[in-house]
């Protein structure tokens, strides 16, 4: 007799790992080319990681995570996908990391382990937002963790590395450079420009000078999130301006609400409101876990008593209080959200607050912070946000800027890192105009491409091999590939929801002992869809009957597959939705 699944098979496509392995036998010796692998950010905003590969040394530059989307329900992060690096781990010899935002830091703690756990490297301040981290995974093997600062040059296995200095919107950020013989690899890491009215200050005309007036650049790899953004950025220098005289001249409380990682801003407006004679309170634990930060490492000048509890608000004026808060992006559980509906145990918004969003919406965040700004209008709160006030500047150039950023360094070659492939596009153009570089000399790559600077640096081009890309899961403790059908079921349980079966058959008989119990989430109101029920329990005492007819013993998996195909079609052509039919079969 033939056996059936519980629920209907699906055509799989062949094995993820077999079909990596196939590609990795093939990819070419390096001999001695220069190898550059994207093993993430340049088809999304997120999870940046990129190697170096030069003989037998591979050096890999940042670790980030990427936040779920709609794609990927109920995972918690997307990984780059690190299968080339862990069959090589013995030509790894270091971790860069340019700065201590999660999307450059948050996938160490899964990653590292993963790929041999070689020694990582970064600045005073990243190497302590990365240990202090690192406390919430204490099963994972310690990272040898070395600090280097801009100007230092150090030897990582046969290759020369120097650092150099940036501006980004946390303090610490730094580009890379990686001497080959053939010429020097650079990679900027995140990165805008310091300027006034588009004239870059003579501290950054500095730095860059002294970089790069006598480097002899082969390849270099910058970020592209803003390059589509016309002129230059607004400088932080002139959002900090701003906010210092809306905390100078705020009548009653202010709450801000911004970033975490902002800790720049963050160090601002504490020394702007001690400055005005106002007290600081610290909503939010991200938020709380960066000041603590900031303090052991001597960057935060505050009096003690300038930071105080919510609990300590009450002894002070309205007029004399500033909050400091996460949430402005409208996330569910942050300060800044419960505040806005009445759930935060102290703080209460009332008609005489400011409330300040010191962020732009990120894209997908748009009906969240619309909802947040809703809430704290019914409330009578004041709000002042980004599209009225210039009370927020990104942390990546704009076109102009990146333009003048090209001219400095004057690469041979350019691929553009960090943004969708759209902003990749663009950033070649741009990369075309600065520097007069023609269409071979630019290469846009997807996750995973290997590009190779071949014949003594004289030749780039991507090798019609690829490293493995396909995504990398955190789902809870597990790691790893989640399985399509995983994915697929829990988009369709989002999407047209669950339709569960209790029946009781007669193990001997096959008959059903009593009409079968239905179950509905997220499909039907089972009140008032009795037509529908009543065609159902038809359908599935039909089906028994029919599907046990002739059997001795009963094949239970048989009956419930027949049970799963017949109330499918049915749900179907009653309401057009593929609801997740499960049937649970007893027999007595």
Known sequence: MKMHNSRPRSVRPPDATQVHKKIEDSVPDIGDNVRIIPLGGVEEIGKNMTLIEYKDDIIVIDCGFQFKDENTPGIDYILPNTKYLEERKSKIKAVIITHGHLDHIGGIPYVMPRIGNPPLYSRNLTTVMIKKRQEEFSHVPPLDIRVVEKDDIIK????????????????????VIIETPHGSIVHTGDLK?????????????????????KEK?????????????????????????????????????????TFASLLERMLKIVEFAEKYGKRVVIEGRSMKTNIEICKHLGLLKAKKETI????????????????LATGAQGDEFAAMMRMSNKTHKQIRINTRDTVMLSSSV?????????????????QGARIIHYRIADVHSSG???????????????????????GYHYMLRVHGDIAKEANGLKEHDVIIPDNGSIIEIQEKGEKIIKLKEKAPSGIVMVDGFSIGDIQDVVIRDRQMLAQ???????????????????????????????????????????????????STKGQNPINFDFVKANITDNVNRLLFQRTAKHPIVIPVILGI
């Open 217 to 257: 650049v082969l390849m270099l790899m910058a970020d592209s999130t803003n390059v589509e953004n016309p002129g230059f950025s607004i400088p932080e220098k002139l959002v900090h301006k701003n906010i210092e005289e809306i905390i100078k001249n705020t009548q009653g409380r202010l709450i801000i609400a």
């Open 496 to 546: 047209d929801g669950i339709f569960i079966i209790f029946a009781i058959i007669n193990a001997q008989t096959g008959k059903l002992k009593k009409s079968p119990d239905i179950i509905s989430r997220g499909f039907v109101y089972l009140r008032e869809s009795q037509e529908l029920l009543h065609e159902a329990r038809n359908i599935i005492k039909f089906t028994i009957e029919d």
């Open 362 to 378: 990120i894209p997908g965040n748009e009906r969240a912070v619309q909802k947040l700004k809703d809430n704290l209008s019914r």
């Open 156 to 175: 990582i296995g046969d290759l020369k590395v120097k650092f150099f200095a940036v501006t980004h919107t946390i303090p610490d950020a730094m580009g």
């Open 396 to 418: 990546h150039a704009n076109k102009d800027e990146t333009a003048w950023i090209h001219r400095k360094i004057k690469p041979k070659f350019f691929m553009p890192v960090h």
């Open 193 to 213: 420009l310091d300027h006034v009215d588009g004239i870059p200050t003579e501290e950054e005309e500095a730095e860059w000078d002294k970089k790069f007036k």
């Open 308 to 323: 105080i509890s919510n609990e300590e608000m009450e002894k002070f004026p309205p007029e004399r209080i500033v909050i």
